[in-house]
């Protein structure tokens, strides 16, 4: 396959060295073992969060007091809608009994799981669809409990959008806690006494390491990594919008990859010039993110025929696709 990369992966021998597996382990042992008092520790250590786990309903109400009301629609919408379509999921799927032979009945109930663990993640942005998209579905499969848990935004509780989301979503429970010691809080049942039957959210490479060696004990959604984008494009394309593209997945965190796969040179040289002025543009933290993220995972490959540019997007498989 003769292609040429205008633009490699570095892969910084900063990000190779990184032990989340030794780390994850670590915490977990000690949490289990120390229970609540070595979850507090991790808070302050790691989020500096020394207020307490649990939530109460005032306290909701009062970090949430001043969220706009334009955003409070928007939230209580999308939540709605994510609701009903996972109750249109939840009856698409019917019980049923049938006799295979005669005498032998076979057939298949609906049983939701009795406590469900939902993590929103709120690092460096305040993930707001992810605690509707999680509460609310596992509300809508009749879940009786359904605990959240969030990162204390920036050592001040949980940011009051996510929280608000959380409230009108249906969580039961929330805890203020984020990373691997919220993970083991659900799955052991710490603050709570209710552990988890499964444990859905997205998460850093920690979160995504924490619920792999959980798997077993509580189930879990999926083991997801850094988000990743890939890109198919053609000299019709509009090297901007590309650019853009790019740049909004990288900003998400420094291992999340970005390709474009082009049979333009003109495009790929066009999109490489963009990317760090989009780059430079973003807030501070955000734009750290980024340009750790295009220069560590960033790459941009031309091909000479279309199905180069499919194999070369095959190899990758990345988890959003844009042609």
């Known amino acids: 396959m003769t292609v040429q990369y205008l633009k490699s992966a570095a892969h910084t021998a900063a990000r190779r060295g990184d032990d989340a597996p030794g780390v994850v382990a670590r915490m977990l042992e000690e949490i ?29 109400e009062q970090r949430t007091r001043d969220v706009p009301a334009d955003i409070r629609r928007d939230i209580e919408l999308a939540a709605e809608r994510v609701f009903r379509f996972a109750l249109a999921q939840r009856h698409s799927i019917r019980e049923f009994e049938t006799e295979v032979v005669e005498g032998l009945f076979a057939g298949q109930k609906l049983v939701p799981v009795n406590v469900a663990g939902c993590y929103v993640p709120t690092g460096r942005y305040a993930h707001i669809a992810s ?101 198919i494009a053609d000299d019709s394309a509009d090297a901007a919008l590309v650019a853009a593209d790019l740049v909004g997945q990288a900003e998400h965190g420094p291992d999340s990859p970005a390709w474009l796969a082009t049979l333009s040179r003109e495009l790929g040289e066009e999109v490489l010039r963009r990317v760090p002025a989009l780059i430079e543009k973003l807030p501070p933290l955000a734009r750290d993110t980024a340009a750790a993220a295009w220069r560590d995972n960033g ?20 988890e959003h696709l844009e042609v």
């Open 131 to 231: 605690a509707y998209m999680s509460i609310a579905t596992a509300k809508a499969a009749g879940v009786k409990t359904v605990i959240a848990a969030s990162t204390p935004y920036k050592g001040e509780g949980i940011h009051p959008y996510v929280l608000y989301a959380m409230k009108v979503a249906g969580a039961d429970t929330i805890l203020t806690l984020g990373g691997v010691q919220a993970i083991a809080a659900l799955a052991y049942g710490l603050f709570t006494g209710k552990p988890a039957d499964i444990i859905v959210g997205p998460g850093n490479k920690y979160v995504a390491e924490a619920k792999r060696v959980l798997f077993g004990r509580v189930g879990i959604d999926v083991l997801a990594g850094p988000t990743e984008i890939g890109i």
């Open 299 to 318: 790459e941009v490959v031309l091909c000479e025929t279309r199905e180069e540019v499919v194999e070369v997007s095959d190899r990758y498989a990345p």
């Open 32 to 60: 289990e073992r120390r229970r609540e008092p070595a979850v507090r520790e991790y808070a302050r250590r790691l989020d500096q969060w020394t207020g307490e786990m649990v939530l109460t309903p005032e306290e909701i």
